[in-house]
């Protein structure tokens, strides 16, 4: 039997088109072939033919795709990559051992990078045409004349923040940065790859910024015990400027330049820090990433913030500390997948979600001349939900706690992203997804604090027309905290979102948009007790940004 299958006519979301062959001696799919019904931007169709294996058994035989790229233009001829998976010596229970398999779902051949012809002759099904020779040479040409293969490398170090360099990968995001407390930060940071080594990875990094007059930089060495497992010691120096009362996770996402963290670029109130570490990272499963680390920290709060540490005492007030923290963290993404590359780092494949963060941090006072004892734990949640007549939901929880007193620089600041409540026009800069978008800058700080982000993408399910499809997204976020003891802060603002803090928004996005990149405009109301009393300054207007590869 055969089935066509086909979107409905003006369904708003378009999804896919194309046929199922169902073979009836045992009711399974023989042959799958789809591709996308909107003919823009990169297009992928794709084939799935399967083969029998005993009496019920069906397993997959041949892969085959087509990637059409619309958004490259050579010589007015638009290219199209075909690809071919072949599976042979298929074995039906095959007795396998753990430790021999690697976590990701692909693994790239060492010698891909450099002798790919020597890979790729052991696993042809077939001869190459002389057609197909003739076209490889054809294409080989075209590149070369328009740098296909220059900007393809230039795109990949882009999405990874890397550009490999003989030996060594440029860290991109570390040439030039900028926010408002440092202004322009020029600077260059490299890391060994695998030409150097599979094995040991050695960098560092050195920044200047031109507003704050100081330099950062900083060092550090990995080593691969185990790659099965993902067994990795590292250890390091670095000074640098972190967010005063942010929270860091063992596994924030590899940026490249394709970065939504837009708040980084309006963040005022930093610590100068400067970190002794090490570190041991193991993977027992293929989405189970842990990691124990210990650093020694010596760090200060800029401008006028202080800390009492007797309080009611005449004591003198301090905006400098000593810490020492043993670090636990839990990294689980039960649906990830990623591809292993030759130098054994990982490539995001598909993001997957749920994606969950479990972080214990225990400071020791005396050891390393650190000054406090306190326990702390961090946790974040992140689930999307899709739902083919409605479109994408999303909720993303944060909550942490503080058990003991400590500075503003372990207590917990929220992620604001408001420059100036207090005048509109200022408040019109770029929306972060993570954010509050009507909160102004250290606005709030708790030692306990649980928030909720809260958005639904609709996609262009409410509103299409042929060559103009913006999408419109709703969102709702609200923040809970306390702080135990208000009079020990100085300086900065030492109030909590005791009655929750609540804003809710929408955002039309995609209004401009071209082959990479979309913008449109996204409106905030602040609501709750926290309000402002005029009606006007609770607004905020900013513009929204998406990848549209």
Request: charged share 25%.
């Amino acid at each position: 039997f055969i089935i066509s299958f086909r979107p409905r006519p003006n369904y708003g979301f378009q999804p896919l088109k194309g046929l199922l062959y169902i073979n009836t001696s045992s009711w399974a799919i023989q042959n799958v072939i789809a591709e996308p019904v909107e003919q823009d931007g990169v297009q992928i169709s794709i084939e799935q033919r399967y083969k029998p294996y005993g009496t019920d058994q069906w397993f997959p035989d041949q892969l085959r795709a087509e990637i059409h790229f619309g958004v490259i233009e050579l010589n007015a001829l638009k290219p199209t990559a075909h690809v071919r998976t072949y599976l042979s010596e298929v074995q039906i229970g095959a007795e396998l051992q753990k430790k021999k398999i690697s976590k990701a779902v692909v693994t790239i051949d060492e010698l891909a990078g450099v002798d790919p012809e020597k890979v790729l002759q052991q696993y042809r099904t077939d001869s190459i045409s002389a057609k197909e020779a003739r076209s490889y040479a054809f294409i080989d040409s075209l590149s070369e004349e328009a740098d296909l293969e220059k900007r393809f490398n230039y795109l990949a170090a882009a999405a990874s923040g890397r550009l490999p360099i003989w030996y060594f990968d440029l860290d991109l995001n570390k040439i030039l940065k900028y926010n408002t407390y440092e202004g322009f930060r020029l600077g260059i940071g490299a890391h060994t790859n695998a030409r150097f080594s599979r094995w040991i990875k050695l960098g560092g990094f050195v920044g200047y910024g031109f507003n704050d007059k100081v330099t950062k930089y900083g060092y550090d060495a990995e080593i691969t015990i185990n790659k099965y497992n993902n067994v990795k010691l590292k250890g390091g120096y670095l000074f640098d400027i972190f967010e005063t009362g942010g929270v860091e996770f063992i596994q924030d996402d590899v940026q490249g330049l394709f970065n939504d963290n837009y708040r980084q670029l309006f963040i005022r109130q930093w610590d100068e820090s400067s970190r002794y570490f090490a570190s041991l990272s193991y993977d027992p499963a293929p989405q189970v990433h842990l990691l124990l680390k210990a650093q020694r920290e010596n760090t200060y709060t800029v401008g006028d913030y202080y800390y009492n540490t007797e309080n009611g005492q005449d004591k003198p007030l301090q905006n400098g500390f000593n810490y020492f923290e043993i670090v636990a963290g839990l990294n689980w993404t039960p649906k990830q997948k990623y591809i292993e590359t030759q130098d054994l780092s990982k490539l995001l494949l598909e993001r997957v979600y749920p994606l969950i963060d479990l972080q214990y941090t225990r400071g020791i006072a005396g050891v390393f001349e650190s000054d406090f004892d306190y326990n702390k734990i961090d946790l974040r949640v992140e689930q999307r939900y899709k739902m083919v007549r409605l479109g994408v939901s999303s909720i993303e929880i944060g909550a942490g706690v503080v058990f003991e007193d400590v500075p503003y620089s372990k207590l917990y600041a929220a992620k604001a992203n408001n420059v100036d409540g207090a005048n509109f026009w200022k408040s019109f800069t770029i929306a972060d997804r993570h954010s509050f978008e009507t909160m102004n800058f250290n606005e709030f700080v708790s030692d306990t604090y649980t928030q909720v982000l809260l958005r639904h993408d609709f996609k262009s399910l409410l509103f299409r027309r042929e060559n103009f499809a913006p999408e419109l997204e709703i969102v709702a976020r609200g923040l809970w905290g306390t702080l135990r003891s208000p009079d020990k802060q100085y300086g900065l603002s030492n109030q909590a979102p005791s009655k929750g803090y609540y804003e809710a928004g929408i955002e039309t996005n995609k209004l401009l948009k071209n082959n990479f990149l979309s913008l449109g405009l996204g409106f905030y109301y602040r609501i709750g007790e926290d309000a402002f009393p005029a009606f006007e300054d609770n607004f905020a207007l900013k513009i929204t940004s998406k990848y549209s590869l």
